[in-house]
């Protein structure tokens, strides 16, 4: 938060006045040329002078500046302190820092509780251009710090905006609490904009994407709801909720409660995450222990940082091989068991952990194949054993399919993975005996021998067109890493496809090392969940790094502006391929097999999918809302001086941004 600011304050009144004064005197300054009654026309005539001019150009009047600049008049005092401040204190019990959010008349008194009664404090409001961002901003500050935000939206319309980023959070296992103006009654809203922004259910716009939403109808249903829904969210899996909020409720005065009871503040304790039964765990147990190639893949299992050291111990008990899918940081890409999917298709027993999609680890999926539609193929094992660890089957919705295809399991627990691994570990050692120690070290050795064969190969491919121009992903990302990785870094988002090279090559060993992906994939995640991920890494003191897409940029660049006013400091680092590609490999791949030529749009690139002719000069972009930037770069011998330049500046409490031109991935 910025330093109290010990100037003089005028009050609301006052400044209000202020507001007024200054309209009066520049209506009077700018009075049209109709200076006197007689010049004026009669009721229902028209000057025909003024009226042959352009609507644009005529000047304002001072009925026109009055309705813009000024106050309206006085109203009476409210008469009580108002419920929206009451919704505050409710707030401020659960310490939730900041509020990012795009303002609106429907959450108004809510608003303006936040900034005057609750001293802007706990929560913070930060300031956003657009509610997808501000969700973003949630999204990415949740996964760096393990603590959830509140976004406020405007009724119908502020939630459809945000509902792309609600989705991402619903599919990442994202908590995050999306409050929603709403003006509920009919007979006392205001007509025309207003009634068009509410609706009778506006949750009902996300409900299929939330854990859970409530229309509270009185300030203590409202206590109860926030309570609730803050448990609700941060109990595994972790998920958005959504709360309407009436005008009305915000806007009136506090009311003695039913039955003469004075309003309360429900007390929050944390819900334990559900543990996998202990049958099922000995079970599991059994089976790694008896296998012969026991493999692990984990998805979301890293809740916390713990869950590192403890997916490590397990892994290092059985000498299995992790495959690590990179939603979040699971476990440390310098470890010896660290190996690619690949693995999976050699595995006797596979235990999976938080899996999205556990039907793509033993399966391959051809998109158009020899029949022009797609094709499945089974990759792993026919005898293999399969273990599932996850709560994410709980909330499971009938619309959306982000729950991927049905894979059956031979132990199936319903439960959540870090909160599990404990009692599985326990279990295997009780499972080991001295005949499979032998057969387990020897285990060990091969997978040391694995990684370093694979190690080199990939820093191989990383050398291949290093001189490049455009730059290659390899070497866009790798030397960001050379100038960043003495500090203590978080890459806070990845997107587009840059080849995995930070994943493959960074030294990934601490939770915040990676962020993770957006969940849903939905184009726009990147930059807003960078800031989001940047602000969170502010107060923690990292350094906050993102290679940041073009296409994503550009759906959701008022969010830099945010960065700026907010003094986020954030690294931002542009894979800037001038193209959506992998919509370019889509078509061209069609064309291929429809045995057409592809129409490549001649200099502007393959139609509909290129971000070219004219190029976005996004450094340019970046300066007019307040970050230093630099570009472009196309040069990689320019690229490291460019790094530790904008690195500088990122430390000094600023954001900063390098438009790179790149390879296509």
Request: net charge neutral.
């Amino acid at each position: 938060m910025s330093p109290k600011d010990e100037s003089p304050k005028a009050n609301r009144r006052q400044f209000l006045g202020g507001v007024i004064a200054a309209g009066a005197a520049t209506a009077s300054a700018i009075t049209p040329r109709i200076s006197n009654a007689a010049d004026a026309p009669a009721a229902g005539e028209h000057n025909h002078a003024e009226h042959e001019r352009a609507p644009a150009a005529l000047p304002p009047n001072g009925q026109t500046i009055a309705a813009e600049t000024m106050a309206p008049p006085p109203l009476p005092r409210l008469g009580g302190r108002a419920g929206s401040d009451f919704m505050v204190d409710v707030i401020k019990t659960l310490g939730i820092k900041y509020l990012p959010a795009n303002c609106a008349s429907s959450f108004r008194a809510i608003h303006e509780s936040l900034i005057n009664y609750g001293g802007n404090t706990m929560p913070e409001y930060v300031s956003c251009m657009h509610e997808e961002s501000a969700a973003g901003m949630a999204h990415g500050y949740f996964k760096a710090t393990g603590k959830p935000l509140i976004t406020l939206c405007h009724g119908t319309v502020g939630l459809m905006h945000a509902t792309m980023g609600v989705y991402n959070a619903f599919c990442d296992h994202v908590p995050m609490i999306i409050m929603g103006g709403n003006d509920a009654d009919a007979a006392t809203r205001p007509p025309g904009v207003p009634t068009i922004h509410s609706a009778q259910d506006i949750n009902a716009i996300v409900r299929e994407f939330t854990k859970w939403d409530d229309t509270p109808t009185s300030l203590q249903h409202f206590a109860q709801s926030f309570v609730r829904g803050y448990k609700i969210a941060m109990t595994p899996p972790y998920g958005p909720v959504a709360i309407s909020l009436d005008a009305g409720l915000q806007q009136e005065p506090i009311k003695p409660h039913h039955a003469g009871e004075a309003l309360y503040i429900p007390k929050y304790v944390p819900t334990s995450p559900p543990q996998g039964d202990s049958g099922a765990v000995k079970e599991a147990a059994r089976i790694l222990v008896d296998a012969n190639n026991p493999v692990i893949v984990a998805d979301r299992a890293a809740r916390t940082p713990a869950a590192i050291g403890l997916l490590v111990e397990l892994a290092e008990l059985l000498q299995a091989r992790v495959v690590d899918l990179g939603n979040r940081m699971n476990f440390p890409n310098t470890h010896y068991l660290t190996s690619p999917p690949g693995v999976t298709n050699a595995a006797d027993a596979i235990l999976g952990l938080e899996m999205t999609d556990f039907w793509a680890t033993i399966n391959a999926y051809t998109d158009n194949g020899q029949h022009g539609i797609g094709e499945n193929n089974r990759k792993a094992r026919p005898d293999v054993r399969l273990i599932s660890i996850g709560a994410a089957t709980v909330p499971t919705r009938a619309n959306y399919q982000q729950f991927q295809r049905f894979q059956y399991v031979d132990v199936d627990m319903a439960a959540d993975a870090e909160a599990t691994l404990p009692a599985l570990i326990e279990a295997v050692k009780s499972a080991l005996n001295s005949a499979r120690k032998d057969a387990i070290v020897k285990r060990g050795e091969a997978a040391r021998k694995a990684y370093a064969e694979y190690m080199a190969r990939t820093r191989q491919e990383a050398a291949l067109a290093w001189d490049a121009s455009p730059i290659s992903t390899a070497r866009l990302c790798m030397e960001t890493y050379a100038q960043i990785k003495h500090m203590d870094w978080s890459l806070v988002a990845s997107e587009g496809n840059v080849s995995n090279w930070p994943q493959r090559l960074w030294a990934m060993e601490k939770h915040h090392h990676s962020l993770g992906r957006s969940g849903g994939y939905g184009v726009g995640y990147g930059a807003p969940a960078s800031v989001g991920g940047a602000l969170g890494n502010r107060d923690l003191g990292r350094f906050s790094v993102s290679i940041q897409s073009d296409g994503d940029l550009m759906f959701a660049p008022g969010v830099l502006w945010t960065a700026a006013k907010h003094k986020i400091p954030l690294l931002s680092v542009m894979h800037n391929n001038r193209a959506y590609h992998q919509e370019v490999m889509h078509v061209q791949r069609l064309a291929n097999f429809r045995d057409r030529p592809s129409n490549n749009g001649g200099d502007s690139g393959p139609i509909g999918t290129s971000i070219m002719n004219p190029d976005i000069e996004y450094h340019e972009l970046a300066k007019s809302m307040g970050w230093w930037a630099k570009g472009p770069i196309k040069d990689p011998a320019q690229l490291a001086p460019a790094l530790k330049e904008a690195i500088e500046v990122v430390k000094s409490g600023h954001p900063a941004l390098l438009n790179v031109w790149t390879q296509p991935r």
